[in-house]
Nanobody, 122 residues
């Protein structure tokens, strides 16, 4: 079964740091883009950061300079280092991946993790 599993969420005071991790498991050929999204109560899910297989990154303006996305291709993993956390960063954080399942099939499939709660107290 192909799936993403996140870890690392929790409760932290404003100004603190957290590191989220996400691992892709299952029978896959390759992972292209991986990313982190978040959804706060009453709001739509929004992009936080993405990283391609060659390491190109993008960030939401609201997290630039505070969050860093990275990945370990050998371990099918993506990470989100979150520093200088603010109360407005409170949300459920979701990992997302775009995956090719077979070398002879160029179709990409999207997978989402189950989400991990990040709560920043002011």
């Amino acid at each position: 079964q192909v799936q993403l599993v996140e870890s690392g969420g929790g409760l932290v005071q404003a100004g603190g740091s957290l590191r989220l991790s996400c691992v892709q498991s299952g029978d896959i050929f390759t992972i292209n883009t991986m990313g982190w999204y978040r959804q706060a109560p009453g709001k739509q899910r929004e992009l936080v950061a993405t990283i391609t297989s060659d390491g190109t990154t993008t960030y939401a303006d609201s997290v630039k300079g505070r969050f860093t996305i990275s990945r370990d291709n050998a371990k099918n993993s993506v990470f989100l280092q979150m520093n200088s956390l603010k109360s407005e960063d409170t949300a459920v954080y979701y990992c997302r991946s775009s995956v090719r399942l077979r070398p002879f099939n160029s179709l990409e499939y999207t997978y989402w993790g189950q989400g991990t709660q990040v709560t920043v107290s002011s």
